[in-house]
């Protein structure tokens, strides 16, 4: 099994005894001999957190995430919780009275089993106070592992240094049934995850590895390579992996159908004492006497293949199932929701599948893995072909296809036979990652891309590029070469191409420059990608379903987790993913509206034109951003049905008739924002009835006050003055007043809102006649707060006549003189005092 192998994490310390992942976060959990505990971010290869638990070691650790709690047994006997958040012990007691050498979580229950040197094994319930709920007695040694059956909750393995493994009920004390399973102690038992095999692994002492039917008892193989005790076992969940390691430093990597070691991993951290296996990506964790490493095993992305008819094919380890999206019905399908498909059973595969891929027709099938090739038929996954090959690329004939052996060696086979003496050229001269099929054959290397023509085995072109991905368009003249920064889109011009020979021309390795036109370089690095038509649709690295059409990319929709494209089905108009376990989720997408746009972007508007009834109302709003963007506002207007984005392109026309219309039928509330707009854009092209018809409906006083006094209307101010007042606005209706030049009205506006020091010092100045009143408001309302004395030290200007006899009867006759002469309605002296809401007595006493 040719199985990519990544190191992600590799950090040194203390003796790690136990070790799990947690379901959500990055964490890895490790128990120390040393007594601490440790949380890392795999990703980061930071600590998290650390947790010093005991002074003896700690030899087993498990995460109860529902709890945001995590569990270690140790050798003082005791088992301690704490919450990993907060740092906050939860609980700690005595569990057994010798070593606690293992425990599990139940993954629904509340409940945590644990294993010791007494030979005892126990449930403990957090729900009742963390009681001892049942005790399990039985075996004659140290019990070593503990695992819960993933298709019956309520039953468990044992492995026991006493050569037995032990199945038991979570009711019951003895065991159901025994088996003596290994030479040598048992340090290790797991079940097979899947539903379709009832087996169990073991490691032991005896340096073996052994599989067995629990419903027969019976072994199935036993696996030697392990020089010394093998320590720990398991299944891996995604992968047709067995995974084992012990006291001979290595981990070793066994095909879990054929039981072939597939590979030995080796750290150089000395023994290798136990392992976490992560479900929701394929990373394995392996504590060693010296420290612990997190390994990435394979890809995330799933296997699959989808024909244009939407028959979907995809892998489960060497199960081959399908599902036909075509019977969907699309009416009942919602945006981003996972659709329930019926699964079938296809058949299986020999090989471990790293890609499968449709002929064009979608009558074959192509399985590439372990260095092999087999070719099926689609309906009844019968062997067609098969052979060497570590790539493989269908031609656009469905009859031609070309392997890849090796790195040097190309074979071109035609009605599944090998063609002869029209071999590529050049194709040994290339050390070639991977082949592409479509129009033309492409080959991928370090640093180039290369295209043959299918017929004739000539050099169509070569191009400087470190691609990861080629995609052919399936009308045969776009393609687009992705990189890990960017996608490039060029056209094929097979006429300059065959111009270029029929000249005569000595084509040398480049190939021939006129074949290939660059359209498009986008900065993005896609993922999954398929071409409809001259459309690209595509998933890329930051998680976004997109399409490009013409020159331009635009996105369709984000998600959150990672999803990749199974294909598009017309009948649909929508767009189908999946995520790494196929679950398929759609998103719909209208061809017409592709076609449409990509007329518009051909400059054919008439071809637009015709398009446009096809495309339905809930793509229009789409197109209309699309022209907008392209600068056809007017255009835009007619397509959209979106109210918010008609008015807004009516403004940005200066269609204010329009806009005026589409706000009358609009809620009140909403409306005053857009007549707002409207009174803005209205001043720009001087409309100002309309402008003041605007404002006076969005009730934006302020602008309606800079509009009158501009036009000097006094009329219009005086009814704004009111207006404010009754709105409260009492600051806008003083400057109102202010310049209509009605001192009198200012000073009972302030008057009247409890503002009589300013009411008073206004009045001295501008309305003398005012003053008693204004004092007398002012005196009042200090009595009222109970300030008499502070209002006794006020001057009273009747009684005290001296303090203002002097140009007293002048300031009256100036103050007559000035009302036959009101203000200048275009604003007012700058000798006026600033208005100041904070009224301090005090200091104005």
Same mark, same amino acid.
């Given at each position: ?43 980061? $290869? ?359 052996? $090796? ?49 004739? $085995? ?388």
């Amino acid at each position: 099994m040719l199985l990519d192998v990544n190191r992600k994490l590799f950090t040194r310390s203390d003796r790690v005894k136990g070790v799990d992942f947690h379901p959500t976060e990055p964490w890895l959990l490790t128990g120390l001999y040393n007594g601490t505990v440790n949380i890392y971010n795999h990703e980061t $290869g930071a600590i998290v957190k650390t947790f010093e638990v005991s002074e003896v070691p700690v030899r087993c650790v498990r995460f109860i995430p529902r709890k945001n709690w995590f569990v270690a047994g140790s050798d003082d006997f005791q088992l301690r919780v704490f919450n990993y958040n907060t740092h906050e012990k939860v609980t700690a007691f005595e569990a057994h009275p010798d070593y606690i050498r293992c425990l599990t979580v139940h993954p629904s229950a509340s409940i945590v089993l644990t294993g010791s040197d007494d030979m005892t094994i126990r449930a403990w319930d957090w729900d009742k106070q963390w009681r001892c709920i049942q005790t399990y007695e039985g075996h004659t040694h140290y019990i070593m592992n503990i695992a819960i059956s993933p298709k019956d909750p309520n039953t468990f393995a044992s492995a026991c240094l006493d050569r037995t493994v032990k199945m038991w009920s979570l009711g019951t004390s003895t065991a159901n049934f025994t088996m003596e399973a290994h030479d040598k102690g048992v340090n290790y038992v797991e079940f097979y995850p899947g539903a379709d095999k009832p087996y169990l692994v073991t490691a032991s002492d005896d340096k073996t590895v052994k599989i067995w039917d629990y419903l027969s008892k019976s072994c199935v193989q036993t696996l030697e390579s392990h020089t010394n005790n093998v320590l720990f076992a398991a299944f891996h969940p995604n992968l047709p992996l067995i995974i084992s390691g012990g006291e001979d430093g290595t981990v070793k990597l066994w095909n879990s159908g054929t039981y072939r070691l597939e590979n030995t991993l080796s750290y150089a951290l000395e023994r290798a004492w136990c392992l976490s296996v992560r479900k929701a990506v394929n990373e394995i964790a392996v504590g060693y006497d010296e420290g612990v490493v997190v390994v990435k095993l394979g890809r995330d992305e799933p296997t699959y293949s989808m024909d244009p008819s939407g028959k979907l094919i995809y892998t489960h380890t060497n199960e081959v199932l399908s599902a036909n999206l075509q019977t969907v019905h699309a009416e009942e399908l919602a945006d981003g929701n996972r659709i329930q498909l019926s699964i079938k059973e296809l058949g299986t595969t020999e090989i471990f599948a790293t890609s499968l891929s449709h002929s064009p027709n979608g009558r074959f099938v192509t399985v590439v893995g372990d260095g092999e090739y087999i070719v099926y038929t689609a309906l009844a996954w019968r062997n067609k072909a098969f052979g060497n090959g570590s790539s493989f690329a269908w031609a656009g004939d469905s009859n031609t296809y070309a392997v890849l052996e $090796g790195r040097l060696k190309l074979r071109v086979y035609k009605n599944f036979r090998e063609r002869t003496g029209a071999g590529m050229k050049g194709a040994g001269s290339w050390a070639i990652d991977g082949i592409h099929g479509g129009t033309l054959l492409g080959a991928r290397g370090s640093g180039f891309v290369l295209f043959w023509d299918w017929e004739t $085995g000539e050099v169509v072109r070569r191009i400087e590029a470190d691609a990861k991905n080629i995609f052919w368009s399936g009308t045969g003249s776009l393609v687009a070469i992705c990189t890990e920064e960017s996608y490039y889109v060029l056209r094929f011009d097979r006429d300059a191409y065959e111009a270029k020979l029929q000249e005569g021309v000595d084509i040398s390795d480049e190939g021939v420059e006129e074949a290939f036109e660059l359209i498009a370089e986008i900065p993005e690095n896609i993922r999954t990608a398929k071409w409809v038509g001259d459309c690209l649709i595509y998933t890329n690295s930051a998680n976004r379903l997109s399409y490009f059409v013409g020159s331009e990319s635009y996105t369709i929709t984000p998600f959150d987790t990672p999803l990749y494209l199974l294909g598009y089905i017309p009948a649909h108009n929508r767009v189908y993913l999946g995520d790494k376990d196929v679950n398929v989720y759609s998103y719909t997408l209208s061809l017409n509206m592709v076609e449409y746009q990509t007329a518009v972007l051909r400059g054919d508007m008439d071809g637009a034109a015709e398009l446009l009834p096809s495309i339905p109302k809930e793509q229009r709003n789409k197109i209309a951003t699309f022209l907008e963007g392209r600068g056809l506002k007017e255009l835009a207007y007619e397509v959209t049905t979106d109210p918010d984005h008609k008015f807004d392109l009516a403004l940005s026309l200066d269609d204010l008739d329009a806009a005026v219309e589409i706000t009358r039928t609009v809620p009140e509330l909403e409306a005053e924002v857009k007549w707002k707009a409207i009174g803005d854009r209205a001043l720009t092209v001087w409309r100002f009835d309309l402008a003041r018809e605007s404002f006076e409906k969005a009730g934006d006083l302020s602008a309606l006050m800079l509009l009158l006094l501009s036009t000097g209307d006094r009329d219009g101010l005086q009814k704004l003055a009111v207006q404010a007042e009754q709105k409260g606005q009492n600051n806008l209706a003083f400057a109102t007043l202010l310049q209509l030049g009605d001192p009198n009205a200012c000073v009972d506006l302030l008057v009247k809102t409890q503002r009589a020091p300013e009411a008073a010092m206004f009045a001295r100045t501008y309305a003398p006649t005012k003053v008693p009143e204004a004092v007398q408001a002012w005196k009042s309302e200090l009595t009222s707060k109970n300030r008499s004395k502070i209002a006794a030290k006020i001057a009273d200007p009747i009684e005290q006549p001296e303090s203002f006899e002097e140009g007293w009867e002048d300031a009256i006759a100036r103050e007559k003189g000035e009302q036959q002469s009101p203000l200048p309605v275009n604003g007012a002296s700058d000798s006026v005092p600033p208005v100041d809401d904070d009224e301090e007595d005090e200091t104005a006493a």
